[in-house]
């Protein structure tokens, strides 16, 4: 039966192991994949209907629920090593142990950096550490952190090498109805607002700088709560090269990566756009029916 197996008590007398009561951890969608018939199998009595003459058996109650440890196995603050067992568009699975996995979310992988897909940085088969952050063993769930293995630098080593005033050279990352995103070092990029781009009012980004080009620009603004830094350009260094004819967007049209955040993003920026940053994806440390 594709809903679970018949176990034989006794003569005359069989009880139905459902799918569902098979295994704490893995998702059995055809008994075959735990049982076979003619196996010897231990069982626990879960419910005996008489009127019905059926009797519920369970399989995985003849051992300790697993999730009931996992509290007392993977304390929050627990430093893990597992392996990557499987990657969604919104985080990767680690391996705790058999049956039992932890979900790294994309924004709890890097600091600086905003990861649009866990590809970016890890691989099915990846050995990692990793923090516990939250374990909830209800809802079968362990949030787990890549970045909290390390202090975050925004809330020292950024401000020590980044002051108002230094002037410094990067390259135009994203361009964007309210400015551009200059990369300073890797993974960490500063706002050019719009109006920071020349003493004369400029309706478009792209009249003064595009994606590629070296610029030199000056800190206006570091502002570790909000993690964004304001920049104001010096020069244009370095032009990038010419996209090949009719490979261009529309004029006014967003680059994908930043029209979601455009909006919220220039209105923080207004008032000399002195202020750059990244959103953080809503946390999810939900794991799948392994």
């Keep these: 039966m594709p809903y679970g197996a018949f176990v034989k008590l006794e003569d005359g007398v069989e009880g139905l192991v459902h799918v569902s009561e098979m295994s704490w951890t893995r998702r059995v969608n055809h008994p075959s994949e735990v049982v076979n018939i003619g196996d010897e199998v231990e069982v626990v009595v879960l419910d005996i209907n008489h009127n019905k003459q059926e009797i519920s058996l369970g399989m995985k109650q003849t051992e300790a629920n697993p999730w009931s440890m996992v509290e007392g196995n993977y304390p929050v603050g627990t430093v893990i090593e597992g392996q990557v067992r499987n990657l969604t568009n919104y985080g990767a699975f680690i391996e705790l142990e058999e049956g039992i996995d932890g979900l790294l979310h994309v924004s709890d992988m890097s600091w600086t950096k905003k990861i649009n897909h866990p590809s970016e940085m890890l691989k099915i088969g990846d050995t990692v550490k990793a923090v516990v952050l939250s374990v909830d063993a209800e ?13 975050d630098p925004w809330k020292h080593a950024i401000p020590r090498r980044f002051s108002v005033g230094d002037c410094l050279s990067g390259a135009v990352t994203k361009s964007t109805n309210f400015g551009v995103f200059v990369e300073l070092e890797d993974g960490l990029e500063g706002l050019l607002h719009i109006s920071e781009l020349g003493p004369k009012k400029v309706h478009s980004p792209e009249e003064v700088v595009r994606v590629g080009d070296k610029v030199q620009v000056r800190i206006l603004k570091v502002d570790p709560e909000e993690r964004k830094i304001g920049l104001t350009l010096i020069q244009v260094e370095e032009r990038a090269p010419l996209p090949p004819p009719g490979s261009e967007k529309p004029a006014g049209e967003k680059s ?4 979601a955040a ?13 202020e750059a940053g990244q959103e953080k994806p809503a946390p999810d440390a939900g794991a799948p029916s392994a």
Excluded: P
Aim: aromatic share 0%; no cysteine; hydrophobic share 35%.
């Design 139 to 151: 809802k079968k769930r362990v949030a787990l952190g890549l970045k909290q293995l390390n202090e």
């Design 256 to 259: 994908t990566e930043v029209e």
């Design 262 to 274: 455009a909006e919220g993003e220039g209105a923080a920026a207004t008032g000399g756009g002195e």
